[in-house]
């Protein structure tokens, strides 16, 4: 149901790469909408493809074009392995925020930041340099640990910042990505 729910997302085709569209789909819209084909001779009726088709593989290019975003967006900024694996409970209420900072070595609000950037997109969609990204987050975490506050840390930081999305996650509210840009 992976795929159902890769599907149900906002569907921006804005995001779309114009060379993510297979020419066979180029060719039916160009032949469909217009009165030009890139073929010389016309096609007969039944070799057209059916418009269901073109719109499941308009879908699926879609679909693969935000998995390969997502998965690039991760490798972006350096996550350790562990923490990958961690970070796949952020959506729990039960979230071990201090098994992240002992895993990401006191970095914890960077690693959490910058999955969650990634996994709601805003990194691609606001075109985010990894490097200028990166170098955001670490002044962020620098800042909360120059003081050595006690209880007004980059742990709280990341804590508020995770039940922050596990709220939105749990209500649905993560799914309309203009609220996301209200916080």
Request: aromatic content about 8%; hydrophobic content about 40%; glycine content about 4%.
């Amino acid at each position: 149901m992976l795929i159902i729910a890769l599907l149900d997302e906002d569907d921006d085709l804005s995001e779309v790469q114009p060379d993510a569209v297979p020419n066979e789909v180029r060719e039916w819209l160009a032949s469909t909408f217009t009165n030009k084909s890139n073929n010389s001779q016309k096609r007969r009726p039944e070799d057209k493809p059916k418009f269901r088709s073109v719109a499941h593989a308009i879908r699926a290019g879609i679909m693969v074009d935000r998995i390969y975003r997502r998965l690039a967006g991760a490798t972006a900024l350096h996550i350790p392995p562990d923490a990958a694996v961690l970070l796949k409970g952020v959506d729990e209420w039960c979230f071990d925020v201090f098994a992240l900072n002992n895993t990401c070595k006191g970095q914890v609000l960077r690693c959490l930041s910058a999955d969650l950037l990634n996994r709601y997109g805003l990194i691609h969609k606001f075109k985010i340099p990894s490097s200028n990204l990166e170098k955001f987050l670490l002044q962020i975490e620098q800042g909360y640990t120059k003081y050595s506050n006690p209880y007004h840390n980059n742990l709280h930081a990341a804590d508020v910042t995770q039940t922050v999305h596990y709220s939105l996650w749990a209500t649905g509210l993560a799914e309309f990505p203009s609220i996301l840009c209200l916080i």
